[in-house]
């Protein structure tokens, strides 16, 4: 089995940061994609951003552009989410998700999914 386990939300001002974590275990993952994808109230969940296991390759939605980085620490089998310039249209419960190689990771096609952790950014 896969488990992962998202940490690092709350409630920050706009113009703040945050730092998302995603622990992965159950298995190895040189051949997933790592993604993570947010979804408020009432809207459809979005991709945020993705990362092959290796680091090579990053994919970012275009709302986060600039503001946004993702990173992995492989040692640790940990998937991060830098979260900078924070807007309040941010706020949305984050999943993180991993996804075997193929298709695209920027489509919501993942194979296993966090519980998500919540982001509140106040004005």
């Known amino acids: 089995q896969v488990q992962l386990l998202e940490s690092g939300g709350g409630l920050v001002q706009a113009g703040g940061s945050l730092r998302l974590s995603c622990a992965a275990s159950?298995?190895?993952?040189?051949?997933?994609?790592m993604g993570w994808f947010r979804q408020a109230p009432g809207k459809e969940r979005e991709f945020v951003a993705a990362i092959t296991w290796s680091g090579r390759n990053v994919w970012y939605g275009d709302s986060v552009k600039g503001r946004f980085a993702i990173s992995r620490d492989n040692d640790k089998n940990t998937v991060y989410l830098q979260m900078n310039s924070l807007k309040p249209e941010d706020t949305a419960h984050y999943y993180c998700?991993?996804?075997?190689?193929?298709?695209?990771?920027?489509?919501?096609?993942?194979?296993?999914w966090g519980q998500g952790t919540q982001v509140t950014v106040s004005s």
């Open positions: 159950g298995r190895t993952f040189g051949t997933f994609f």
């Open positions: 998700a991993a996804k075997i190689y193929g298709g695209e990771p920027t489509q919501d096609r993942y194979d296993y």
